[in-house]
């Protein structure tokens, strides 16, 4: 499958040649190319209207320090790191990591407070992804057989609060994890 090189950005009509070039792509396909200064700008918009975490804008904050909200979404992502830590001592080592290496299944499920949990094994990693009710959601990555603390952040969606608040509740719940064909690469 090849695909013609877009020249110039569908925002400000900058040729692309010599930027290089990123593009967001709706539900149908559709592609809309931008150059990386309107990439940047899309991105700290997005986030000034949303006031939401993800992948693209804690790794913007991460990158450009100077951007006026770098600081305090780089605080949230280590706060949010120390929560995932806490799942990991509280949760992988003592329980889950022994349940999934025992186990012949890839996709596990279990419910907690308002949400749910899922647990889905790849290629010497399990991927944790916890989902609330109301729509926010984080992912979290390991090494199954690691004795040091390997975990860390993989993918987000939600406010600071709203994923702590499902980290606190996916490590204070007592798991029950159970084998779910339904959980893979998909979701
Ligand atoms: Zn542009």
Redesign the pocket.
């Known amino acids: 499958m090849s695909e013609k090189t877009p020249e110039s950005?569908?925002?400000?009509?900058?040729f692309l040649a010599d930027s290089g070039y990123f593009f967001l792509e709706d539900k149908d396909g559709n592609k809309e190319y931008?150059?990386p200064?309107?990439r940047r700008k899309h991105i700290e918009d997005w986030y000034e209207e949303q006031r939401q975490l993800n992948s693209a804008v804690t790794m913007h904050a991460a990158i450009h320090r100077d951007w006026e909200h770098a600081d305090e979404i780089n605080q949230a992502v280590e706060e949010i790191m120390t929560a995932i830590k806490k799942f990991e001592e509280r949760q992988w080592f003592p329980k889950l990591k022994d349940y999934y290496n025992e186990s012949t299944s890839r996709g596990h499920k279990d419910l907690i407070p308002a949400g749910k949990i899922m647990m889905w094994g790849c290629a010497g990693r399990v991927m944790f992804t916890i989902e609330d009710s109301g729509g926010s959601w984080i992912s979290t990555m390991v090494s199954d057989d690691d004795k040091t603390s390997t975990m860390g952040l993989h993918a987000l969606y939600g406010t600071k609060e709203e994923i702590l608040s499902l980290l606190d509740r996916a490590t204070k719940t007592i798991l029950d994890f159970h084998p779910d064909e339904e959980v893979g690469i998909g979701l």
């Not at 950005?9 to 900058?14: E, T």
Request: glycine fraction near 10%; hydrophobic fraction near 10%.
């Open positions: 950005c569908d925002r400000c009509g900058n931008m150059c200064t309107c």
